[in-house]
């Protein structure tokens, strides 16, 4: 009867992948080296070797790789706490874009009325006149519309990135970080940390 569980050579084996990280320097050496630190200034997986030839790194941070997946988890929480504080801030202006749009159809409607009602006794040459007003007037109308949904949307794609990102945090790296490889979590953390920083900085 064959055993279902995993063997302890297996179970090494896929520790070892999980833990792996390639040095970034692949035209320096093979491209399985793995790395060995992580530089926070540059941004860069190295190996030892990489290290010595790239002397700059001596006077950055450097984080060992078998910490890094703890450095990710802080970095992030740090980042996401600070990120989410500005939820309740743009929620309220979300809503208040709401009511611009709102209003804003709200006077479309009136002033659309106020036309028709004011030309409509003319007869053709200022029915024609009419038609030249509402068009104008639904030009600036649509302008801006146009403006404030450019800062609206930015508005609500601030609150999905804060939210979404928040999800993969704790489902990826917070709670699951084990099942992923940090190649894997090295790319996702470099995508979440510009987001959430991006969130953090944006002004409106």
């Known amino acids: 009867m064959k055993s279902t569980t995993s063997s302890a050579p297996?179970?090494?084996?896929?520790?070892?992948?999980?833990?792996?990280?390639?040095?970034?320097?692949?035209?320096?050496?093979?491209?399985?080296?793995?790395?060995?630190?992580?530089?926070?200034?540059?941004?860069?997986?190295l190996c030892t070797k990489c290290m010595k030839i790239e002397q700059h790194h001596n006077d950055h941070t450097l984080v060992d790789v078998h910490k890094w997946r703890e450095h990710m988890q802080q970095?992030?929480?740090?980042?996401?706490?600070?990120a989410k504080k500005r939820l309740a801030a743009l929620e309220q202006e979300e809503t208040k874009f709401h009511s611009i749009f709102?209003?804003?159809?709200?006077?479309?409607?009136?002033?659309?009325?106020?036309?028709?009602?004011?030309?409509?006794?003319?007869?053709?040459l200022v029915q024609d006149a009419s038609k030249h007003f509402l068009k104008e007037l639904h030009e600036q109308h649509?302008?801006?519309?146009?403006?404030?949904?450019?800062?609206?949307?930015?508005?609500?794609?601030?609150?999905?990135?804060?939210?979404?990102?928040?999800?993969?945090?704790?489902?990826?790296i917070k709670q699951n970080h084990d099942?992923?490889?940090?190649?894997?979590?090295?790319?996702?953390?470099?995508?979440?940390?510009?987001?959430?920083?991006v969130c953090i900085v944006f002004i409106f």
């Not at 002033?111 to 409509?120: A, D, I, W």
């Open 102 to 124: 709102s209003f804003y159809q709200e006077e479309l409607a009136h002033n659309e009325q106020v036309l028709k009602n004011f030309f409509s006794s003319f007869v053709q």
């Open 142 to 172: 649509q302008e801006r519309v146009k403006q404030v949904k450019q800062a609206f949307f930015t508005i609500t794609d601030l609150i999905h990135a804060i939210k979404a990102s928040e999800h993969l945090f704790n489902t990826c």
């Open 75 to 82: 970095r992030l929480a740090l980042n996401l706490q600070q």
């Open 179 to 197: 099942k992923f490889s940090l190649d894997q979590l090295t790319r996702l953390f470099t995508m979440l940390d510009h987001k959430i920083k």
């Open 10 to 45: 297996q179970l090494q084996q896929k520790s070892k992948q999980l833990d792996f990280l390639p040095c970034c320097n692949s035209h320096l050496h093979l491209s399985d080296t793995a790395a060995e630190f992580i530089c926070l200034h540059c941004n860069k997986a």
